[in-house]
């Protein structure tokens, strides 16, 4: 079925401003949620990882869900505004939870909700855009800046509303109470979201696929070169991305109340605003993408990601200045512009347009599902145990810290290894490889 084309100066906007709201929602929870459950409602370190595995469950489910109803049932853009209106209602009360088994459920439920839609917004951009590699930064760019709205608004609101004077352990417990505001911030959001989805362009499902089941259609698709060996990668690349996400919130925390006092009244507090320096770099990579994609190969560019993730935790590793360490979080830029936000493009070009909803779905399966739940775990029970024993107990020690970063450095190094020995070079079937 063919739909109404859109002009193109009326359609990137639109788009835009979709990304805008679907990271808006993600940004304002995410990189508060592991300080929030750890010193806030006392979970343990298996719980925190449990929670953070189960958000990743609806990425796993999504290939076989949402991305089929998306490729075969149901227009993707009605798809979006029920799942954001559940996941709205959903991570609202996930704001007033206490206990961690109701927690567990509630998030379990709201990531098979909300991770399909990470891959539902990128296949419905690609099915709009005439060209990927000129159009997709320029739409996905605002869902960075979203992410940066959101996680700037939470640490100010905590500066202004949840940093009362006092001791440094009475201003640590009124923040991580004020967390919990992050939750219905992205309630609020979803909301939105779910309304605006409505007006997006319609995005039909395909009538004359060839395989009834899209996903099944979709495995076989992958398991040619390149994107068997971009999936296997994906697995480590998002254990790494977990040590960022989990760990740096609390890590730069530790520069809140005297080095980093003047950029605390810009981004807030809490660690969480910080971290958006990382994305605001991300905007310039993107930025920058149209260019970069059609003179550097896609192995090249995802070898430059692959770079910047070990020196990032190199840096969070091995130095303790404020400066450096602000740098490896400004890497992230290279990290998701280079590796993952590629990664997906290369998904899209290499497989057959009745299947991209549930092979982009299938991608987030392995990135956002797998490596996620591995990634949780690896980084709280395992690792972050052995780092606090390393470290005598510590959980704020330099020692504590180099000890933990320095694991997901070493995993850069050795995905950077197997890209240049597998990822075959050269132009893709529909792009460059």
Known sequence: MTTKAVPHSKLIPRLSVMMFLQYAIWGAWLPILYPFLLGFRGFTLDEVGAVLAAGAAGAILGPFIAGQIADR????????AGSHLAGAILVWALAGVSAFWPFLILSLIYGIIYAPTLALTNS???????????????????????????????????????????????????????????FRLSGLLGVVMAAYCLS??????????????????????????????????????????????????????????DTAATINRIFGVGGGGLMTVGQMSEILVLASMPVLAK??????????????????????????????????????????????????????????????????????????????????????????????????????????WRSLFSVPMWIAAGCLLLLAVFYPGGRGRRGKA
Not at 73 to 80: M, P
Not at 238 to 246: A, C, D, G, T, W
């Open 73 to 80: 049932h149901f227009a993707t853009e009605k798809f979006l």
């Open 124 to 182: 419905l951009s690609f099915h709009h855009l005439t060209d990927r590699d000129r159009d997709f930064g320029k739409v996905r760019v605002w869902g960075t800046v979203g992410w940066i709205v959101a996680g700037i608004a939470v640490g100010q609101w905590l500066l202004f509303r949840h940093t009362p004077e006092g001791a440094e352990a009475v201003i640590a417990a009124a923040q991580d109470a004020g967390r919990a505001d992050a």
């Open 200 to 257: 997006l362009p319609h995005t039909p499902p395909a009538k004359d696929a060839g395989e009834k089941n899209a996903a099944l259609e979709a495995v076989k698709e992958v398991r040619r070169q390149p994107l068997v060996t971009l999936f296997l990668l994906a697995i480590p690349v998002s254990i790494i991305h977990q040590f960022y996400f989990v760990h740096t919130a609390q890590f730069l925390s530790r520069f809140g109340h």
């Open 295 to 400: 003179r550097l190969s896609r192995k090249v560019l995802l070898a430059i990601g692959l770079v910047a993730y070990g020196a990032r935790m190199a840096l969070f590793a091995y130095t303790d200045s404020l400066p450096w360490i602000l740098l490896g979080v400004a890497l992230h830029g290279l990290c998701f512009g280079c590796f993952i936000f590629v990664a997906f493009m290369v998904v899209d070009e290499e497989t057959t347009a009745d299947v991209r909803a549930s092979a982009q779905n299938l991608f987030n399966l392995v990135i956002v599902g797998i490596g996620i739940i591995v990634g949780s775990f690896f980084a709280t029970s395992v690792i972050g145990a052995w780092a606090k024993e390393q470290a005598g107990g510590s959980t704020t020690s330099m020692e504590y």
